[in-house]
Every structure is written in structure tokens, then in C-alpha cells.
């Protein structure tokens, strides 16, 4: 059984519940279901679906991971290695932005926050602890 931080918070809403049914139809990496299919099913715009995943799994704690490589989608995250890369590949996206943010910031901070962040990661990486 995969041992997560928090605690997942149970469906409370229709809604809810009609996404832990999908979502338990596709367990593991190799299962996902993509954005626009989920949306169809739970009747949403893609837009729609994106955010409720993502209140799914920061306010509910559900184990969502997300994969842009094919199958691209949603899916249950399994076992540690699926929430590594589904981490790893959170925090590389967030390297970007603020890789784009630096560009508007006088100060500096966007820069040394990067250095922080991407030694921490290298680090991480290097050793496959959980020091994030």
C-alpha cells in the first residue's frame, strides 16, 4: 500500500464520489485516463476537470498523479516510484515558471529561490530520498 503524508480526505459531494469511481477504474501510471475523456465522463470542460483534480489533491490529499507522455492523463498513484515522477515532474515545471518569473524580477529572490530549489532536487535525486 502506497504511505502518503496526509491523510486522504473521502469523497464528500456527487461529484466526488463520480470521480473516485472513474478514477479507481484507472489504477497505476500504465491506466491513465486523459484529460479530455474524464471531462467527458464527468460532463465538464477540460479547464473544469483540471481544477477539481487539483483541489482533489491539495485540499483531499488523493493520490492523483498526471503524465503528459503517452498514456497522457490522470491516474491513482500506485507505489513510489509513480509519486516520485509525478513529483519530480511538479517540481520541474515549477523550476520553469519561475524560470520565466526571474525575467520580471529586479530583486534577485526568483533566482536564489531556483538555486535552493534546484539543489535540494539534485540532491534528491542523487541520493532517492524524500527530502523535498
Known sequence: MLDLMYKVVAPATPLEIKVQK?????????????VPELAHELGMEDFETRQLIKH??????????SATSKPPGYYIITDKKELNSTKY???????????RAR???RAGWVQEMMGQISLRLEDEEKTGGDKL
Request: glycine content about 8%; cysteine-free.
Open 56 to 65: 482533489l489533491v491539495e485540499m483531499h490529499y488523493w493520490p492523483i498523479g
Open 22 to 34: 472513474i478514477l479507481l477504474q484507472h489504477i497505476g501510471r500504465q491506466n491513465a485516463i486523459s
Open 89 to 99: 515532474s511538479l517540481i520541474h515545471r515549477a523550476l520553469s515558471i519561475l524560470g
Open 103 to 105: 525575467v520580471y524580477d
